[in-house]
């Protein structure tokens, strides 16, 4: 079987983590599926309450260690790390597209994504400065250093089952924090694979435990792991209701949150963009990882003069798409992850229909053995409610507009904030796009789509997006505390403000 080729590829075929996935899975492990057949591909043993509390007080013992490690040194481990995965980047992209239905290219692409992070890591590792501050009184020093924060709880969701730890964990580690990770049930056996890569390199150099895992339903794990003070920094990426439930819990105990929810991603095209190009990102970003990323392009707004012909144009492209085994050279859309996602997504093009949507591309689910369905273009009139939720699958919406203010309203009026774009040649349409009155988004870009961001820039969006940044830029700074330091070098008591107080 191809995941026991696999697992022995990665080294991970003894792993204790690892069961056999015959029959109904036996109380204590679950079967993660692969999507493209409904089959069970393994199964992995899920943490209980005693192994919960066990990984959480080991990690704080780690940490107690780690954090004394030279932030260089650190950097090194990470870069040994990207040196693992690239030499593993072809085996670990190959269970992306088994376990969560991924075609190849993006498999391998998430990989990579891990790998870009981790190489900016090792940059950050000597770069992890403060600032120094004249001070006001004589003989004093002020200035600012990061030190690390402790362990870091990762939640990640399945879209993105390895590149998400990629960019919290490489980070973490540099800025001297052990990470628990608690991957999706959806996707354990990437999360296993990839933290038993990490967590190789990590012990060889001399330090085991700074990766570890707590693999367990929200119940048992995620409740214990967010609601632990010992851990003072969560980070989740996954829906707007699973963040609100995060953000509750962890505000309640004063702790902080790092949160990349959902998105609901436009893009407009104006009257004067090149549309060869436009069409080409729309549907990578509609129907790319099957319209599962929370970058996809959701709405697309068009300017009404140019509305029939482009949309037209993409439909064309649309009937061109190949649907199937991820894996199978030519394929662009894999399988959406699970039955449930294929009910949502025909609810919702029911929903659309029932609202005065009309469907122009497929519509339905494809017969046959896995959660495949057919990337979808619906006219919208200019309400279309169902058009406001983020439906996870390859739906794309298209409204039709008049003047670029009405554009950028449309745009704006969803709850989420993460991305969008805009495609035009006049550049005081692009800068009114950027400008404060434009785009509420944390990401927003010109002549390209909504969804393939690069790892050296902050992600993360706004609004029900949960105001997070993760990744490149100065992101880094949520996983460290800061600390203001003043200095006497005089000889006598000097107060700020002047005070005097003898
Ligand atoms: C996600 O869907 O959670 O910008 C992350 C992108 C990818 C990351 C997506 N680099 O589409």
Redesign the pocket.
């Known amino acids: 079987m191809r995941f026991q080729e696999i697992a022995a590829r990665l080294g991970i075929d003894g792993d204790p983590r690892l069961a056999p996935a015959e029959g109904e899975p036996p109380p204590g492990v679950a079967h993660s599926e692969n999507p493209a057949t409904g089959e069970p591909i393994a199964g992995v043993r899920l943490d209980d309450a005693a192994s919960c509390e066990r990984t959480i007080a080991q990690s704080v013992e780690t940490f107690r260690k780690w954090r004394m490690v030279p932030a260089p040194a650190r950097g090194q481990v990470v870069r040994a790390i990207a040196d693992e995965l690239r030499r593993h980047r072809d085996a670990l992209g190959e269970l992306v597209s088994l376990e969560v239905g991924k075609i190849r290219a993006e498999g391998l692409?998430?990989v990579q994504?891990t790998i870009d992070v981790a190489d900016f890591a090792v940059g950050l590792s000597r770069q992890l400065h403060g600032l120094t501050m004249p001070s006001e009184r004589p003989d004093h020093r002020l200035l600012e250093q990061w030190h690390p924060l402790g362990p870091v709880g990762v939640i990640t969701?399945f879209?993105?089952p390895n590149?998400?730890w990629g960019w919290n964990a490489m980070l973490a580690a540099v800025c001297g924090d052990v990470t628990i990770w608690k991957p999706s049930l959806l996707a354990p056996l990437t999360a296993v694979a990839t933290n038993a890569i990490a967590e190789r390199v990590a012990a060889a150099a001399g330090h085991p435990g700074v990766f570890r895992l707590l693999i367990g339903t929200d119940d048992v794990a995620g409740e214990r792991l967010v609601a632990d003070r010992r851990v003072p920094l969560i980070s989740a990426?996954g829906s707007c209701r699973m963040g609100r439930r995060v953000g509750e819990v962890v505000a309640r105990r004063l702790g902080r949150t790092l949160l990349?929810l959902g998105?609901n991603n436009a893009v407009i095209v104006h009257r004067d963009a090149d549309q060869d190009l436009a069409a080409k990102y729309v549907v990578f970003g509609a129907v790319?990882?099957a319209g599962?990323?929370?970058?996809?392009t959701r709405r697309l707004i068009v300017h009404e003069e140019i509305a029939a012909g482009f949309t037209a144009r993409l439909v064309a492209a649309y009937d061109t798409i190949r649907v199937g085994d991820p894996l199978a050279e030519g394929t662009l859309v894999g399988p959406l992850i699970s039955s449930r996602a294929v009910e949502g997504f025909e609810a919702a093009v029911a929903k659309a229909a029932q609202q005065g949507g009309r469907v122009l591309a497929g519509g339905a689910r494809v017969a046959g053995r896995g959660h495949f369905v057919r990337p979808t273009i619906i006219r919208a009139p200019d309400n279309l409610p169902i058009a406001m939720e983020e439906t996870f699958a390859p739906i794309l919406y298209i409204f039709a507009y008049k003047d670029i203010e009405q554009a950028i309203a449309m745009q704006n009026s969803v709850d989420q904030g993460l991305?969008s774009a805009v495609f035009t040649s006049d550049v005081r349409v692009s800068e009114r796009f950027l400008s404060a009155a434009g785009s509420d988004c944390g990401?927003a870009n010109v002549n390209l789509g909504?969804?393939?961001?690069?790892?050296g820039g902050a992600?993360g969006g706004e609004k029900d997006t949960g105001g997070g940044r993760e990744?490149g830029s100065d992101a880094w700074k949520a996983y460290m505390r800061r600390q203001t330091a003043t200095i006497n070098a005089g000889a006598g008591m000097t107060l700020a403000q002047g005070i005097r107080f003898e």
């Open positions: 692409g998430e994504e969701a879209n993105f590149a998400v990426t990349e998105g790319g990882t599962q990323r929370c970058t996809s991305s990401i909504t969804s393939g961001a690069e790892i992600f990744s």
